[in-house]
């Protein structure tokens, strides 16, 4: 059964398109590569006029007022928030989750935050916890490298230049 219906790969650019693209925040993570087996782009409201998605990773004090005991520990937005990023156990540092609207995101990410993968469950919001653990745990490891093998990419920077 396919818990996961959407994968994005947001990636920090290589510098010399950035350039090209006159791209200058250290903070920006651009989608490169996308999967979604739902008829409509969850995430539509994130895609910029260019046809790109990006997203900005920043401290979530910014925008959320919350109890201590739920800050997060990253936030993404573009404009809008898209979510935070919650890392609940110290040993899986690489492991977050959070959601969006009535979805449940989880997030695989890399040390220096230069690359995340984030994996969208429809409708996964109030089992955003037994997701994560599931994730964490590697039940969800054959669908997301099925998913992976299928990802096209989002925006083609090479042929847009």
Do not use: W
Request: hydrophobic content about 40%.
């Amino acid at each position: 059964m396919s818990h996961i219906t959407a994968y994005y790969q947001l990636e920090k650019l290589p510098e010399a398109i950035k350039a090209q693209f006159n791209i200058k925040s250290k903070a920006r993570l651009d989608c490169v590569a996308h999967f979604s087996l739902l008829n409509d782009q969850p995430l539509s409201q994130f895609i910029s006029k260019k046809k790109q998605m990006c997203f900005y990773c920043s401290a979530p004090e910014n925008y959320i007022i919350a109890n201590a005991k739920r800050i997060a520990d990253i936030g993404l937005s573009n404009g809008s928030h898209l979510s935070s990023i919650y890392i609940p156990h110290i040993d899986h540092p690489e492991y977050g989750y959070g959601d969006f609207a009535n979805d449940c995101l989880l997030f695989k990410l890399n040390n220096d935050l230069s690359a995340i993968d984030m994996f969208l469950i429809k409708n996964g919001k109030t089992l955003k916890g037994q997701y994560f653990q599931r994730f964490i745990d590697g039940e969800l490891d054959d669908e997301i490298e099925a998913i992976k093998q299928q990802a096209k990419p989002f925006f083609h920077y090479q042929k847009a230049l």
